[in-house]
Nanobody
Framework: QVHLVESGGGLVQAGGSLRLSCSASGWTFSSFRAGWFRQAPGKDRELVARILSGVTTYHADSVKGRFTISRDNAGSMLFLQMNSLNPEDTAVYYC????????????WGQGTQVTVSS
């Protein structure tokens, strides 16, 4: 049973930083594609960043230069370092993982709320 648990969300002022963590269990984390998504009220869920089994990463244009995705395969952890936060970053953030190299993600965490005040 694949299990993902996010942590690290909270309330922060604009310009501040947060680091989200996602703990993975139940599978060989190093072989999975993993990503961070977010969903703001009234908006569709969007991909924020993803990382393949190695170090190949992708970051959405809206967060490029401010957010950084990383992983610790030994510890089965996924991270999202978020700097220079602004109110538009307010959303529920989800980590996701999948054993395939493309397509929809099969496994999702429960989400963690990030709120950025102006």
């Amino acid at each position: 049973q694949v299990h993902l648990v996010e942590s690290g969300g909270g309330l922060v002022q604009a310009g501040g930083s947060l680091r989200l963590s996602c703990s993975a269990s139940g599978w060989t984390f190093s072989s999975f594609r993993a990503g961070w998504f977010r969903q703001a009220p009234g908006k569709d869920r969007e991909l924020v960043a993803r990382i393949l089994s190695g170090v190949t990463t992708y970051h959405a244009d809206s967060v490029k230069g401010r957010f950084t995705i990383s992983r610790d395969n030994a510890g089965s952890m996924l991270f999202l370092q978020m700097n220079s936060l602004n109110p538009e970053d307010t959303a529920v953030y989800y980590c996701a993982a999948d054993p395939s190299i493309s397509g929809p993600y099969d496994y999702w965490g429960q989400g963690t709320q990030v709120t950025v005040s102006s």
